[in-house]
């Protein structure tokens, strides 16, 4: 059973930091490129950041290039999301996902349960 499990989320005033982990289970984990994305209430689930199997290559949403950093561990089955310069608008829930590594929500196979970050002024 594939099990995806977010963590490190909280509360942040604006320009603040938070690091994201996510721990990966019931898979090989080198063998999927792994994302990050984010949903705002009444909002479509968002890209943020997108990483290739061995880390070599990242990808990262226009709103969160230059502030957010993807990183990932296999010998720990973990992927990371830095969270740097925190900005109102990046309050959402933030879901990891194991898949291609695209910016598209139908290229992951596997999803978290997700970790909410919230920015308060």
């Known amino acids: 059973q594939v099990q995806l499990v977010e963590s490190g989320g909280g509360l942040v005033q604006a320009g603040g930091s938070l690091r994201l982990s996510c721990a990966a289970s019931g898979l090989t984990f080198s063998s999927y490129a792994m994302g990050w994305f984010r949903q705002a209430p009444g909002k479509e689930r968002e890209f943020v950041a997108g990483?290739?199997?061995?880390?070599?290559?990242?990808s990262y949403g226009d709103a969160m290039r230059g502030r957010f950093t993807i990183s990932r561990d296999n010998a720990k089955n973990s992927v990371y999301l830095q969270l740097n310069a925190l900005k109102l608008e990046d309050t959402a829930v933030y879901y990891c996902?194991?898949?291609?590594?695209?910016?598209?929500?139908?290229?992951?196979?596997?999803w978290g349960q997700g970790t909410q970050v919230t920015v308060s002024s």
């Open positions: 996902a194991a898949g291609r590594g695209t910016g598209r929500v139908r290229d992951y196979d596997y």
């Open positions: 990483i290739s199997r061995y880390g070599a290559t990242t």
